[in-house]
């Protein structure tokens, strides 16, 4: 029924793999509950580096999550069922807390990261009526600036209700938070409410930056993604940039950021702070996890 129901209507024919699927899904939702409420979850950090230069301008919080029989449990697979089972605000609100207290770790040693720490929001979360004062009290607990995070939002979940999501983000950048909006290109968004979103950079998906040096349609939405928000006065940054090739094409067509295996990969805080933040930091302890440091707390 569920199978038909997703499929937009119309029948399914049982098979046994859709029982080994379920549970599968339902053993997931037991081991995600139980590693969340562990602290057995982690966080890794995937720059995000300014074209022209070269030099890092950020990094984007990613989860990750080794489980003890399974191994690495791959967040294309973790995400959507948290995101299905109800689970996605307390991961959401657990992933910020983390990038809060990560900021603040690297502040205190004298080695802030440039620019902001980017954090998904699931449209589930941003639904939330309490969404605001729940990102206000988890900076304030976590004893981050609001001003060091960069809210990352989808276009579909901005679309659902636009006018509520209008104000929910003047209400977000009012409090310091900057915002970005993620995977732009493949939701429905309207630019009539595109120009009302207080955003300051849009994300270009990487289904469009793969393929973009041989598929000239590709090419086409790129460039006139990047000009479009050169005329709305908004940053662009390119996801997926996975050789020197697409980075010199963006560089061209003005593009300001990117991330991507080219530049490196997602790595935990104190790999990515010895690689990316060293130099400015004259501490030994510089990329200490704090994951590891505060083991089981959520933000919530």
């Given at each position: 029924m569920y199978r038909a129901k997703a499929s937009g209507g119309g029948y399914r024919f049982y098979r046994s793999e859709m029982g080994t699927d379920l549970a599968r899904k339902l053993e997931i939702v037991h081991r995600l509950e139980t590693a969340l409420a562990a602290g057995r979850l982690q966080l890794h950090y995937h720059p995000q580096v300014h074209l022209p230069s070269g030099k890092i301008v950020g990094a984007e919080a990613l989860s990750r999550w080794h489980d003890a029989d399974w191994g690495m449990v791959s967040p294309a697979e973790f995400i959507p069922i948290a995101e299905e089972r109800g689970l996605i605000g307390t991961l959401g609100e657990w992933a910020l807390a983390g990038a809060c207290r990560q900021v603040r770790h690297w502040q205190e040693r004298g080695c802030p990261l440039p620019g902001r720490v980017a954090v998904n929001v699931a449209a589930k979360q941003f639904e939330d009526d309490d969404f605001v004062d729940r990102c206000l009290r988890i900076a304030r607990e976590s004893g981050a600036a609001s001003s060091a995070i960069e809210l990352e939002l989808t276009e579909s979940g901005m679309m659902r209700d636009p006018e509520r999501a209008v104000?929910?983000?003047?209400?977000?950048?009012?409090?310091?938070?900057?915002?970005?909006?993620?995977?732009?290109?493949?939701?429905?968004?309207?630019?009539?409410?595109?120009?009302?979103?207080?955003?300051?950079?849009?994300?270009?998906?990487?289904?469009?930056?793969?393929?973009?040096?041989?598929?000239?349609?590709?090419?086409?939405?790129?460039?006139?993604?990047?000009?479009?928000?050169?005329?709305?006065?908004?940053?662009?940054?390119?996801?997926?940039?996975?050789?020197?090739?697409?980075?010199?094409?963006?560089?061209?067509?003005?593009?300001?950021?990117?991330?991507?295996?080219?530049?490196?990969?997602?790595?935990?805080?104190?790999?990515?702070?010895?690689?990316?933040?060293?130099?400015?930091?004259?501490?030994?302890?510089?990329?200490?996890?704090?994951?590891?440091?505060?083991?089981?707390?959520?933000?919530?």
């Open positions: 104000e929910v983000t003047r209400a977000l950048t009012s409090a310091g938070f900057a915002l970005s909006i993620d995977d732009f290109g493949t939701g429905y968004s309207s630019l009539a409410y595109l120009k009302r979103f207080p955003v300051h950079k849009l994300k270009i998906d990487i289904s469009f930056v793969r393929d973009m040096l041989t598929d000239r349609n590709d090419l086409a939405i790129v460039s006139a993604i990047v000009a479009m928000a050169k005329s709305l006065g908004l940053k662009t940054l390119a996801e997926g940039v996975e050789e020197a090739a697409q980075a010199e094409h963006l560089l061209a067509l003005g593009c300001d950021e990117a991330q991507g295996y080219y530049f490196a990969r997602p790595e935990p805080a104190e790999v990515f702070a010895r690689r990316w933040l060293q130099s400015a930091c004259p501490s030994h302890d510089l990329g200490q996890d704090v994951d590891r440091q505060e083991q089981g707390h959520l933000g919530t």
